[in-house]
């Protein structure tokens, strides 16, 4: 489905070492990838393997060492700080393990405040409120996180990723906080988008069956991507 | 948008919110009684000269405008001052230090009703037996009295003659033998009121009184009320500056401790904003509107509680203290109150901001 498409994710040699005390611990050593728009891309490994830390330098969350990383043409490691956080604003979406909703605001309200840092116009199109309406939230935009359950949380903290139409969704062990049904309803959620809306994925796992809703499956190890 | 969520961060931690504004309505408080405080009582001492209805006021040598006047001058020069020219009534008073900021004058009664244009009763009447005094409402209402109530001042028991409307010199009032006699000071008297044929010839008269006294501290009525401010009673400007810096460091140190503890509490909340691609503006903007909102309020506060501390302090402290409400200096403490805040808040909002997005998503 998505062969031939362009890459949208272009990473090349990427390294990234962290400074603990006085020794350096690389987390990533040397990682090349490729992900092309409208791919669902699973990247799984074990604790250490430097999934997550891929996820964060992916995300512009953290700078990396070495290597290129390039979205939707943009390299990233030329990047400021400040570049790296205006470019989240329309280029990467974000799906966390613990949802990162924030807590004094109501679910309609997480989704509008992303809309807002963005710049862009509050209203929702009628495409947006269709994928509420998959997504099965829309009669709880009104709630505050603390009354929802970690299901709609997600499901919401879906909504506000995409809300901006990103290059990019990155989930990050999305099903972690999950049951066995949530799970599967989330992932069945970010299956559905990718196919509906072409919306490019890169999700981190540790758990083989929910890399399994992915069309790809990448796999690392020690700060690698194994072959 | 951004206000909502200011209004919803502030409405989540209610204690906090609570206690900031608290703390800035204290500091603007603060600031805005002693102001009142010692605008009142400078007002009240020039009501109260002004009362005498003298158009010239002499006062010893080597006195300082603002401090308690002992009985220095000769109760001669009455007599001398009564021939001058222009000069149609002259009389005098004398102090007698009855307690802590509790001055009792003594005057003769019939001049100085004469002067002044005489007592006005609110209860009694005028001083009729040798034990009597009288008081003005205000010494009244603070001290329970009612005429005929008995009152302990120098060492003897006083009966309340009458009650007067306050504004005449002093707050207690007995003959000026009596004070003299108090005070171990007869034959002397502490202040000698001049009123002439015409008020437009006190200038005239000063000069020509000065010159044959010069020594002595003589003022025209209008001037002597023009020299009771804040800089003429030694040490009160400066004590005024010390307690609104005072004010000032309090509340800049309670804003900046509340900011503080609440960046630390919103670590991840910041790292979501951050992640979402939140510039460090965006979030210093919502920090610096939060303080705004609780410095604009807690001012609002404080004005009110200034209210509260003049009710106080004009109906349970001492008579000689008096509160005004200051209105002019509403935007003043609105101003420290809102810049100490913003200023409070800078530290911990660029910690904020400069903070890692990744090591702020990982705050639990």
């Given at each position: 489905m998505t062969d031939g498409k362009p890459a949208i994710i272009e990473i090349r040699g990427l390294r990234k070492v962290f400074?603990?005390?006085?020794?350096?611990?690389?987390?990533?050593?040397?990682?090349?990838?490729?992900?092309?728009?409208?791919?669902?891309?699973?990247?799984?490994?074990?604790?250490?393997?430097?999934?997550?830390?891929?996820?964060?330098?992916?995300?512009?969350?953290?700078?990396?060492?070495?290597?290129?990383?390039?979205?939707?043409?943009?390299?990233?490691?030329?990047?400021?700080?400040?570049?790296?956080?205006?470019?989240?604003?329309?280029?990467?979406?974000?799906?966390?393990?613990?949802?990162?909703?924030?807590?004094?605001?109501?679910?309609?309200?997480?989704?509008?405040?992303?809309?807002?840092?963005?710049?862009?116009?509050?209203?929702?199109?009628?495409?947006?409120?269709?994928?509420?309406?998959?997504l099965g939230i829309e009669h709880r935009l009104q709630h505050k996180p603390r009354a929802l359950s970690g299901g709609e949380?997600?499901?919401?903290?879906?909504?506000?990723?995409?809300?901006?139409?990103?290059?990019?969704?990155?989930?990050?062990?999305?099903?972690?906080?999950?049951?066995?049904?949530n799970s599967e309803a989330v992932l069945g959620l970010l299956r559905d988008l990718n196919q509906r809306l072409g919306q490019t994925i890169l999700m981190i796992t540790h758990n083989p069956e929910a890399a399994s809703y992915g069309h790809r499956i990448v796999r690392m190890r020690d700060g690698q991507i194994q072959a | 948008m951004l206000n909502k969520l200011v209004v919803e961060n502030l409405k989540h931690r209610p204690v906090r919110t609570l206690l900031s504004i608290l703390a800035i309505g204290i500091e603007v408080t603060m600031i805005l009684t002693l102001v009142g405080l010692s605008r009142g009582m400078l007002d009240d001492y020039k009501n109260r000269a002004k009362g005498v209805g003298a158009d010239i006021w002499v006062r010893p040598p080597n006195t300082s405008i603002m401090?308690?006047?002992?009985?220095?001058?000769?109760?001669?020069?009455?007599?001398?001052?009564?021939?001058?020219?222009?000069?149609?009534?002259?009389?005098?008073?004398?102090?007698?230090?009855?307690?802590?900021?509790?001055?009792?004058?003594?005057?003769?009664?019939?001049?100085?009703?004469?002067?002044?244009?005489?007592?006005?009763?609110?209860?009694?009447?005028?001083?009729?037996?040798?034990?009597?005094?009288?008081?003005?409402?205000?010494?009244?209402?603070?001290?329970?009295?009612?005429?005929?109530?008995?009152?302990?001042?120098?060492?003897?028991?006083?009966?309340?003659?009458?009650?007067?409307?306050?504004?005449?010199?002093?707050?207690?009032?007995?003959?000026?033998?009596?004070?003299?006699?108090?005070?171990?000071?007869?034959?002397?008297?502490?202040?000698?009121?001049?009123?002439?044929?015409?008020p437009a010839n006190a200038a005239k008269v000063t000069e020509a009184l000065k010159s044959q006294l010069p020594d002595y501290h003589i003022y025209p009525i209008e001037e002597l009320t023009s020299l009771f401010t804040t800089s003429n009673v030694q040490g009160l400007e400066a004590f005024t500056y010390v307690v609104i810096t005072l004010g000032v460091v309090v509340g800049f140190l309670v804003v900046f401790l509340s900011m503080y503890t609440a960046v630390l509490e919103r670590t991840r909340e910041i790292g979501i904003l951050k992640s979402m691609g939140a510039s460090s503006g965006y979030i210093l903007g919502i920090l610096l509107r939060e303080t705004m909102v609780l410095a604009v309020v807690g001012a609002t506060l404080g004005v009110l509680m200034s209210y509260g501390t003049q009710y106080l302090i004009?109906?349970?402290?001492?008579?000689?203290?008096?509160?005004?409400?200051?209105?002019?200096?509403?935007?003043?403490?609105?101003?420290?109150?809102?810049?100490?805040?913003?200023?409070?808040?800078?530290?911990?909002?660029?910690k904020a901001v400069h903070q890692d997005a990744l090591e702020a998503l990982s705050y639990d």
């Open positions: 400074h603990v005390g006085d020794v350096d611990v690389a987390a990533l050593r040397g990682v090349d990838l490729d992900v092309r728009a409208g791919e669902f891309v699973a990247v799984i490994g074990p604790s250490g393997s430097g999934k997550s830390t891929l996820f964060h330098v992916l995300g512009g969350l953290t700078p990396a060492t070495g290597g290129t990383i390039r979205i939707d043409g943009v390299d990233l490691a030329q990047l400021s700080e400040a570049r790296r956080t205006a470019l989240r604003k329309s280029k990467v979406g974000f799906v966390f393990q613990k949802y990162n909703l924030l807590p004094t605001l109501s679910a309609r309200d997480n989704i509008a405040i992303a809309q807002h840092i963005s710049g862009k116009a509050q209203e929702w199109t009628a495409q947006f409120r269709e994928i509420l309406r998959l949380q997600q499901r919401v903290a879906i909504a506000r990723a995409i809300v901006n139409h990103p290059a990019i969704l990155l989930a990050d062990e999305p099903t972690g906080n999950l049951d066995s049904a | 401090q308690f006047t002992a009985n220095s001058m000769p109760e001669k020069l009455v007599d001398f001052f009564q021939k001058q020219p222009h000069v149609t009534i002259a009389t005098a008073s004398a102090n007698f230090g009855a307690g802590f900021m509790e001055t009792v004058s003594g005057v003769d009664f019939d001049r100085f009703s004469q002067m002044s244009g005489g007592f006005r009763f609110l209860g009694g009447g005028p001083i009729r037996q040798p034990n009597e005094i009288l008081v003005d409402d205000r010494y009244a209402r603070l001290k329970k009295l009612r005429p005929g109530s008995m009152i302990r001042l120098g060492d003897r028991e006083w009966r309340v003659a009458g009650i007067y409307e306050s504004g005449k010199l002093a707050r207690i009032l007995l003959p000026l033998p009596v004070v003299q006699d108090l005070a171990g000071s007869t034959g002397k008297v502490a202040q000698i009121f001049l009123k002439l044929d015409e004009n109906n349970f402290t001492g008579p000689a203290l008096t509160q005004t409400i200051v209105p002019d200096w509403w935007p003043i403490t609105a101003i420290i109150a809102i810049s100490g805040a913003q200023l409070g808040t800078l530290y911990p909002g660029m």
